[in-house]
């Protein structure tokens, strides 16, 4: 079963930015579309972004404008650019294959995540 591991994650100021990466020893879609999720102890993973594999993004609400989610399939590597960053961004944020572009529908395990703290 494919494994992916992030990384990137880290304590940053309000305003700040953050760079996570997303990378797979395999191919990064295999027919899916690719997901960046982040949880916050005591709730559900909440979807943050999508990409397919011919680039269409889709982002949640609370972080469109702000992040940018990439990849590069030659290295078998997803990035998401965290801008602006808020308290509210405080999460570990994981990568996964998804169903579908707006919905809460990953494929596979998941990985350990990363850790993203915003504060002062």
């Known amino acids: 079963q494919v494994q992916f591991v992030e990384s990137g994650g880290g304590l940053v100021q309000p305003g700040g930015s953050l760079r996570l990466s997303c990378v797979t020893s395999?191919?990064?879609?295999?027919?899916?579309?690719m997901a960046w999720y982040r949880q916050v102890p005591g709730k559900q993973r909440e979807l943050v972004a999508t990409?397919?594999?011919?680039?269409?993004?889709n982002y949640a609400d609370s972080v469109q404008g702000r992040f940018t989610i990439s990849t590069d399939n030659a290295q078998n590597t997803m990035y998401l650019q965290m801008n602006s960053l808020k308290p509210e961004d405080t999460a570990v944020y994981y990568c996964?294959?998804?169903?579908?572009?707006?919905?809460?529908?990953?494929?596979?395990?998941w990985g350990q995540g990363t850790q993203v703290t915003v504060s002062s």
């Open positions: 996964i294959r998804n169903f579908d572009g707006t919905q809460y529908s990953p494929v596979g395990s």
């Open positions: 395999g191919s990064l879609f295999n027919g899916y579309i």
């Open positions: 990409i397919t594999r011919g680039g269409v993004t």
